[in-house]
């Protein structure tokens, strides 16, 4: 932990003892890709003894992140000490994290912590935004945009094509999943449900569908990466280019998403 003294006020009041607060801040992870969430957190340790947790105050200005819903507070204790912990669920998609085909340093300022007359300025460490695109996409890009190209014409709209595929890859999904009360009437015991990373990640996505966009996209990636770890090689790109769509994944395609992968995840063996 990083304990740093505070200094002494000149007002006439006493202050506290200046090792009875001290704090350090944490970033994870330290490297992140463009547009994922980053996790922030101040820990503050009080002396119980001398200063009042509930005098406790810590102001954070946390640019060029933005923040992904409000701060969560939680409080322990332990014997004379009791521990602080203000968490920050982060997200950068300035151009001050966009260096394409590399990494761009993501510098946040001190966060401040004040008791009384007392001050404790606490460090963040540095943070980094890689890029998504490789030095291979920038010298051989494979999408080209010009703004005086004629509009094309379809027989039929491409996105309803798209998301009445997606629907029918899920009747389909669902359809397998009609077996599984045959087996058990045959009397198969099915397991207990456990809950997983991906699980959290899903309820994440089905909160954050009533969110902003910034919360849709940030949970729909975080879901892509999941997918990609737990093996689901064709949900993973489908969730990908949803997250990073140019018109942003609205409320209805983030709620439909989540259903899908959770019937994908019934039928799983």
Not at 57 to 81: C, D, K, M, N, Y
Not at 124 to 150: F, K, V
Request: net charge positive.
């Amino acid at each position: 932990m990083v304990a740093l003294g505070a200094a002494r006020s000149g007002h006439a009041t006493e202050p506290a003892a200046p090792a009875a607060v001290s704090a350090e801040a944490l970033l994870r992870p330290r490297v992140a890709l463009f547009g994922a969430s980053v996790r922030a957190e101040l820990r503050i340790a009080v002396d119980t003894r001398r200063v009042n947790p509930r005098a406790v105050h810590a102001t954070a200005q946390l640019a060029p992140f933005s923040q992904l819903g409000p701060p969560r507070v939680r409080q322990e204790s332990s014997g004379r000490v009791t521990l602080l912990r203000i968490s920050y669920r982060l997200q950068c998609v300035v151009a001050a994290c966009s260096r394409p085909g590399g990494q761009a340093s993501a510098t946040l300022r001190p966060a401040v912590v004040r008791w009384g007359t007392h001050r404790l300025v606490v460090a963040w460490p540095q943070g980094t935004i890689a890029s998504r695109l490789t030095a291979a996409d920038l010298a051989h890009p494979s999408l080209h945009y010009t703004s005086d190209a004629p509009g094309r014409g379809y027989r039929a709209d491409p996105v309803v094509v798209g998301w009445t595929a997606i629907g029918g890859a899920a009747v389909l999904v669902l359809a397998l999943g009609a077996f599984v009360p045959l087996k058990l009437r045959r009397g198969e015991v099915p397991d207990e449900p456990t809950s997983s990373e991906l699980e959290r990640i899903l309820e994440h996505v089905e909160e954050a569908a009533k969110g902003s966009q910034a919360d849709r996209r940030g949970a729909i990636g975080d879901l892509a990466l999941e997918l990609e770890r737990e093996g689901f090689g064709e949900l993973a790109p489908l969730a990908r280019r949803i997250a990073w769509s140019s018109g942003g994944p609205s409320p209805a395609v983030a709620s439909e998403l989540a259903l899908l992968v959770r019937a994908a995840l019934e039928v799983a063996p």
